[in-house]
């Protein structure tokens, strides 16, 4: 695991931007921690180091569930805090946007349960101040092994 201080808002969006800049086609990032830790301003900077016209807000889909954004790939953004079950999640299509043409970033992703993609990014954001967060950072599957260290030193 390897985690980097996030000391202000800038460095959030330092993260977000590399993510943005190195995401390929098919790969996911799963985004954990509490309420207003930070899940959905570093998918908005994810988005902005994608390309997503900076007129254009990302918002929290927390009631939409899913939003979709054209950047240099497609962002599809999840936030699965209202889901219940495997079996809803699953008969919304959700899954069939995993490994797909775009980024996927999946906020409350332990709604996922046995539907969790392996090869995946995973981030816990944790609040450690007004504007602070610590992000901890794992890489699930081979590929997201190689990038990690790579990512992390371009923050
Ligand atoms: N270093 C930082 N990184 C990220 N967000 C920060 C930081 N410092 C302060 N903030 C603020 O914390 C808030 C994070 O809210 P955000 O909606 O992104 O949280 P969330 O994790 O998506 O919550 P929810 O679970 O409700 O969706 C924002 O108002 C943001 O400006
Ligand atoms: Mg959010």
Known sequence: M????????????????????????????????????????????????????????????????????????????????????????ESLGFPEYFYGHGLTVIEWPERLGSLMPAERLHIELVISGEISRTAHLSAHGELWQKKVADIVSMV
């Open 2 to 89: 390897h985690s980097i201080e996030l000391s202000t808002l800038q460095r959030t969006e330092s993260l977000g931007t590399v993510l943005g800049k190195i995401a390929e086609p098919g790969d996911i990032i799963t985004l954990a921690g509490t309420l207003g830790a930070g899940k959905t301003a570093l998918t908005q900077y994810i988005g902005r180091g994608l390309g997503i016209d900076p007129r254009i807000y990302i918002t929290s889909p927390t009631f939409s569930l899913l939003h979709e954004y054209q950047g240099r790939i497609p962002l599809y953004h999840m936030d699965l805090y209202r889901l219940g079950s495997e079996e809803e999640i």
